[in-house]
């Protein structure tokens, strides 16, 4: 089965620049979509950035201008650059990957962001 591994996560001050990567146990360069999706304490999980197999990204409204999804098909590693990070960024953040018959999901990786 698939693994996937985040990492990047930390605490970081308003303001500063964080970026997670996800890495596959696969190749990911036939995939349909990839994803991130974060979780906050005592809210439901959404979608915060997506990337399909031709390229194609989109964003939740709350991060556009902010956040950029990108992939490396050699590393088989999906990355997401977050810029000018605000307290309400606060959560856990999930890599996904879709292959358009299974979803899979890492576990998670804590991005704190301080006033």
């Known amino acids: 089965q698939v693994q996937l591994v985040e990492s990047g996560g930390g605490l970081v001050q308003a303001g500063g620049s964080l970026r997670l990567s996800c890495a596959a146990s696969i190749s990911i360069i036939s995939i349909n979509a990839m994803g991130w999706y974060r979780q906050a304490p005592g809210k439901q999980r959404e979608l915060v950035a997506r990337?399909?197999?031709?390229?194609?990204?989109n964003y939740v409204d709350s991060v556009k201008g902010r956040f950029f999804i990108s992939r490396d098909n050699a590393k088989n590693t999906v990355y997401l650059q977050m810029d000018s990070l605000k307290p309400e960024d606060t959560a856990v953040y999930y890599c996904?990957?879709?292959?358009?018959?299974?979803?899979?999901w890492g576990k998670g990786t804590l991005v704190t962001v301080s006033s």
């Open positions: 990337i399909t197999r031709d390229g194609s990204t």
């Open positions: 996904n990957l879709d292959t358009g018959w299974s979803s899979y």
